[in-house]
């Protein structure tokens, strides 16, 4: 099976800056099947990207995906305060979908 | 608008059972695929079941076969996940989450809001 891991566990940053998250996968996707999603406290996650790449509706253009192969990344270019929450990503693979174990974005 | 909204939680026994609810709107229902997600207390995401469009195919995780059925209806726009043998380890907030399509496909567009099972004595 499959094992997505995300660092850094915890992330610090201002608001302002630039935020990178990795995905690192246990071995290579061979498919697009990489998403990543958004939770604040008390709410249910948001999708933000799918497709590695594609932004959801409604998601703003500072939110980016990329990678491919076992190395995936979600990048915010300039940090909004609404933007301070925990990150997952999640692959969908030969009937299961894994998520990984989340990178906490806070307030520096 | 789309609408998932989750019932049926509450507190347990070790050893009985739920059945937790999904009741969906705004959107055909009949047409997508769904799924149960679950998140333990200050812990992360975990998939937990999926169903297929017409319920013909169901996959669970590991964690929970063979004590978890999905299942839905269609004609009532609903999801249930009966869940039997239940562990202190199955506490959770249950998600129900709308499988995307197209290039969405195999990821969650659209979520409730989740209903708390307490598994304790």
């Known amino acids: 099976d499959i094992v997505l891991t995300q660092s850094p566990g915890t992330l610090s940053l201002s608001p302002g800056e630039r935020a990178t998250l990795s995905c690192r996968a246990s071995q290579s996707l061979h498919s697009s099947y990489l998403a990543w999603y958004q939770q604040n406290p008390g709410q249910a996650p948001r999708l933000l990207i799918y497709a590695i790449s594609s932004r959801a509706t409604g998601i703003p253009d500072r939110f980016s995906g990329s990678g491919s192969g076992t190395d995936f990344t979600l990048t915010i270019s300039r940090l909004e305060p609404e933007d301070f929450a925990v990150y997952y990503c999640q692959y969908y693979g030969s009937s299961r979908y894994t998520f990984g174990q989340g990178t906490k974005l806070e307030i520096k | ?121």
């Open chain 2, 1 to 121: 608008e789309v609408q998932l909204v989750e019932s049926g939680g509450g507190l347990v026994q070790p050893g009985g059972s739920l059945r937790l609810s999904c009741a969906a709107s705004g959107f055909t229902f009949s047409n997508y695929e769904m799924n149960w997600v679950r998140q333990a207390p200050g812990k992360g995401l975990e998939w937990v079941s999926y169903i297929s469009s017409g319920g013909g195919t169901v996959y669970y995780s590991d964690s929970v076969k063979g004590r978890f059925t999905i299942s839905r209806d269609n004609t009532r726009n609903s999801l249930f996940l009966q869940i039997n043998s239940l562990r202190d380890e199955d506490t959770a907030v249950y998600y129900c989450a709308r499988d995307g399509v197209g290039q969405l496909d195999g990821h969650f567009d659209y979520w409730g809001q989740g209903t708390l099972a307490t598994v304790s004595s």
